[in-house]
């Protein structure tokens, strides 16, 4: 009984003596990279952009006084011509050691994306620190360092804020997408599927964006947004698509949770506003003497949530007609869609995917070519089930 | 020898936990893709017929291990040398799977820490349990084990919450054929985990009630096949085929996924539980079995005193045996399988039960 | 030297159970006389004089016995012992008063005075000074008679005891009120009271050579496991020391295992929780002089259970229970993962978490570890102070500790906010604890544990914890497998354990080791509600 408390001891002592402690960072050491943005410079190395926290002005610094003055994030930036290269090369700039376990947001820049993404990814992927539940947006017309820079008035953070504004529109517009790392990949990956990935744009001047004085006013003069959808192909961006085309990508790939979607009535325009509050979007393969084609069949349910026309809502004969009319003003989003994604040759619905589990081996013959021989020509049949639950606290609008 | 004695219920926790081990943690069977679930549920099956062999021989010699009654099968000198054999076996895995935990350790949160000293740690605490006997490891275990079931019924539901469980990723289902899935088994999944069942020869003897141990051990066996097959088929239909065969550690990769309410994200710290107590298990299991084969076959009264030396041995060989993670890998994959789990868990088993069977109908009288 | 004291360990083995006066114990035995009684008065209580060294509490009164045959006699008491009414009033003079028969020969005295004692508790004949002397000391009074080798002890104890109170330590908000005493008697006494049964035995012995202090053994005979009783009284009859001043030193000298942090005895202040433990077969172990009775074999289990678990309803109960492992896990692991966490495994902490801690963290000086310490030490030291110190100044104490560590020590930096949190929580939990003796084993591993996750971050931890349940699965309390009935895991007792089942569903006493009877009450006891009465039928439909 004695010995093995002995041995315990000794080992520890002499643990203790000869090393102390490897892996061990304390947290004063450690600047915290909340997000990453890449660019590229003129010469083809990748200009890598980090947004460290900056603790003491951050909430809950209030103790001690840290925060009045300071911005809450710095950006550093190095250049290499690899990401780990840039990184290690940032610790010349930088007091502590980059700490990547944090970072919630890949920013990439259309450059970037446009000349391809490969070999990007792996190193997040294989680095125990990152995680690939990080974000990832393309910043469409700014550099990533810009849109890094910008600082914001609510989530002090910016890395936080593009976090937070992805997933509630996601969740209540539905037309962006919140794609993480492992999405990227993922599409990278399959031969049956491309990527879509939202885009990030400034308002404003991202150069008056940079300053303390861009929070310090009810109308900053520089504000980051999400607007437009990235389709890639393999790994480059072909396109951006934007409003109901956008909309569209998300119906079929059933990423839609929440959305409003106005309908024509009686001749007036945009009459109608529908709410939906349920989306289910399935693919279904069918095959024809070898050549596959896909059903997109789509089913919502919703309320009314604002009319502009006088219409008896309680006449549910009428609802039934509503229906139909916003069926038919989804389908026509979605084949919008599938038609732009057609033309640039790339499947970004994981329609191969769905050809591949129906038919492995027709699959296997023709996954070479999916993308720009059998996609663009592919019949894509939609069918939309729309249904309106309810109408709100009033049946008839007060419009005569 | 050791009087100790452990009852059925804490052999089939044993077994389970021991079951899980490694094969838990490592990406397993994923030569099949998105089968590999079907693999492991198949080599379940041939494994659990392997068992019946094991079993069959601890029936005939129900108060010895399998070190003793080897010598009674072959005669003396040819046995001896079998023990001997066996029990380099189970130190050698003893060291390969304490090596495997290292690595993963080290790859996945102590990156700059070296092997040795994660090792070591490891070692010490299995020595300990080796120290202290059987019947403290099955007690231990049964601990250990409703804290695991708690741990994988927790982390099942995260992960379902989580809605990150993509069902068709699992399709297309034997995409082609049940070659590749039955190629799987006979190169991976038969032998580890299952074929490691015959370390459970040495511990037999120290049943209670030996007349139940087949029971015991069926049920564990098929409890940690499912589960096993589950996991892998939730981390297929999480990460996809292609993510589970080029990662490292599918379930790492999976529990990293989880991301529920914002709160209950970033439960590495899980996966780091379930491999240590698996790992933990796996290890003293097979040093157990080998420090007690060792005091059997050389006469030793007490095994509680070869503990340090050949721990000492185990924790060395772990350091030395390979000189990087893929290298070491290999080796598990191709050599060991090759030259050490087929004729030492499948073919010298069933000689010798063969034998036995034989002497015991014909030569009875013999004895 | 070595050599010597290990043949001397020998011998006791030897002559274990033997009355042993060798030269190592300093001479407590030796000093009473050994030869034989006197016949004459004058001799021995002149023997009695010098064995006492003159000590001014051994009262010795001289008087003469009958009114024709003057019989010189003595009485000989320890003043403050006895109960000195009851020892002039039923003792003294009724030998004055009666008429001492003159056909009486030597040997029928005493016989004559036991009868005429009727009045007085227990009458002893004693022959020898040892035995006289230990009467003596318990509170007895002799009698010695001129012309008479032998004497008679009377029992007159009595004296100041403090009286029964509430307990200190194990305070139920419901349950009865009152506590174990100092008093051996008025502990069995208590006792007796609830188990009113001739099959609760009690043994008792000596145990200490100078303090010659009375322990006893009790039990209920059918219930209790025989080998465990005799287990007990041979661990007992083994102890060869010269005092029992508190429980703590018979439990020292007979748990199974020393080098653990753990209790292995239990011990408590509550009669009724004596009675319970009496009920499962459980033996208690009372020595006089303490109100602390030990209680053995123990259970890990038993010490996260307090005795309001059985009266309160089962639901609460299990609740509680939960809540008091969670309890103890948090004081064992709550200082440790907060260091693990913050110098090891940043990434297992929520985003918004980190910022915050390191934010806090930014202007002190020390890495987490140190912070951890010094925060941990300091809380044991104000911890250690509050209960030493006189209850007036012990306010201050916790005044200074307050505003020490809560304000002063976040504002001028030294610590993290954060780190107080834990601390705090770490101390609540300890205090939180129901048993004493595994808070104090959790504070002692707490600092072991720090230490790992220091060196090792969560790994660390994970490996101590491990290593602990490693521990805690091999100890053994009198024979019985200390974590059980979780491992052995014994199905038909684990309703008593994390969980606590209805009362009316324990059929089963606790499975100690080969246990016989194990039947506690019949199994079909659910409360059920009286059938509707006619009545109600009526009214209803």
Known sequence: MKRPIAMFVSFFVCAVLLAGCWSKKELTDLAVVIAVGLDKTKDGRYLASFQVVNPGNVAGALQRGGGAGGVPVSIYTSTGDTLVEASRKASKKLSRILYYAHTNLVVISEEVARQGLNGVFDAMERSHQFRTTARLVIAHGHSAKEVLSVLTPIDKISANQIIKTLEFSEMSWGQTINTDVWWAIRGLTSSGRNTVVTGVVIEGNPQQGKRQTNVQSSVPDARISLDGLALFKKDRLVRWVNGSTERGVLWVLDRIKQTNITIPWKGKKEAIAYRTMGVKTGLKVKLKNGQPSILVHIQTEGDISETYVPINLADYRLLFQLEKAIGRDIEREVKQAIETAQHEKTDVFGFGEAVHRADPLLWKRIKKEWDDRYFPHLRVTVKVDASIRRTGLRNTPYIK | MEHSKINVRQLFVLIVLFEHGSAMVIPLGVSAKQDMWIAILLGLALGLLLFLVYERLFHYYPDQPLTSYVTHIVGKPLGKLLAVLYITYFFYIAARVLRDFGELLLTFAYPETP???????????????????????????????????????????????????????????????WKRVWKTVFTETLYVPFGEMIVFTMLF?????????????????????????????????????????????????????????????????????ALVIGGFFKVSIFFYAGVVGVAHVFGFSNHQRLVYPFGALVLLWSVAMASNYWEHIHEGLKIVTLYLHIPLQIIIPVLLLVIAAIRRRFGSSAK | MLFQWGMGRQKKQINDGVKQEGPDHSGEAADVPQEPMSAELAVNLDIIRQTTGQSSDVVIRRFSLGQERQIKAAIVFVDGLVDEKHVYEFLLTPLLEAS??????????????????????????????????????????????????????????????????????????????????????????????????????????????????????????GIANDEVIEEVRARLRRIDTDSVLESGYIEQLIEDQTFTTFPTIYHTERPDVVAANLLEGRIAILIQGTPFILIVPALFIQFFQAVEDYYARFDIATALRFLRVLIFFLSLVAPSIYIAAT???????????????????????????????????????????????????????????????????????????????????????????????????????????????????????????????????????????????????????????????????????????????????????????????????????
């Open chain 2, 115 to 177: 092997l040795f000293v994660l090792n070591v740690l490891m070692a010490m605490t299995v020595m300990y349990s080796a120290y202290k006997g059987i019947e403290v490891l099955a007690r231990t275990g049964e601990l250990l084990y409703t804290l695991l079931q708690i741990l994988a019924v927790v982390g099942f539901i995260l992960v379902i919450a989580s809605g990150v469980v993509d069902l068709t990723q699992l399709q297309p289902v034997l995409e082609e054929g």
């Open chain 2, 205 to 273: 003897p120290y049943l209670n009630r030996p007349e139940k141990a087949r029971r015991a051990a069926v049920a564990g066996m098929v409890l940690t096949g499912i589960n096993l097959a589950i996991i892998m088929a939730v981390n297929t239909a999480v990460l996809g085929a292609d993510a589970v065969s080029r990662s490292s550690f599918p379930l790492l990769d999976t529990i990293r996924r989880i991301q529920v309410a914002h709160f209950l994200e970033r439960l590495d710290v899980f996966f780091m539980v």
């Open chain 3, 100 to 221: 001492f028969p003159l056909s009486l020969t030597e040997k029928e005295w005493f016989p004559w005075i036991e009868q005429k004692l009727a009045a007085v508790g227990g009458v002893k004949h004693v022959v020898d000074w040892e035995h006289l002397f230990l009467e003596l000391f318990s509170g007895e009074t002799i009698i010695l008679l001129d012309g008479v080798p032998s004497a008679v002890s009377a029992s007159t104890k009595g004296g100041q005891y403090r009286a029964i109170e509430e307990p200190q330590t194990q305070i139920a908000v419901r349950g009865p009120r009152e506590g174990f005493t100092e008093s051996l008697r008025a502990n069995t006494a208590m006792i007796r009271r609830r188990i009113k049964n001739p099959n609760l035995w009690l043994e008792t012995m000596q145990i200490g050579t100078v303090t010659q202090t009375d322990v006893a053994i009790m039990y209920i005979k």
């Open chain 3, 343 to 541: 110098t090891f495994h940043q990434e297992m902490i929520p985003t918004q978490l980190v910022i915050a801690i390191a934010a806090q963290r930014e202007a002190v000086p020390f890495p987490a570890f140190v912070e951890a310490l010094i925060m941990e030490v300091t809380f044991e030291i104000l911890r250690e102070a509050g209960i030493r110190l006189p209850r007036a100044v012990g306010q201050a104490v916790s005044i200074v500790g307050a505003l020490v560590i809560g304000e002063v020590a976040i504002n001028a930096g030294f610590v993290s906010s954060a780190m107080v949190i834990v601390v705090s929580l770490t101390a609540i939990a300890s205090f939180a604890t129901p048993s004493f003796a595994i808070a104090i084993s959790a504070r002692l591993i707490r600092f072991g544990l720090m230490f790992l996750a220091a060196m090792f971050g969560f790994y660390g931890i994970i490996m101590g914890l491990l290593v602990m349940i490693l521990h805690l699965c091999s100890l053994r309390s009198f024979g019985m497998p200390y974590m059980s009935p979780l491992a052995p895991f014994i199905s038909t007792n684990v309703g008593d354990t994390l969980f606590r089942i209805p009362t009316w569903m324990y059929r089963e006493r606790p499975r100690l080791i080969n246990q016989k009877n194990i039947i506690r009450q019949s199994g079909d006891q659910k409360p059920q509600p009286p059938a509707p009465t006619r009545r109600e039928k009526e009214d209803g439909s």
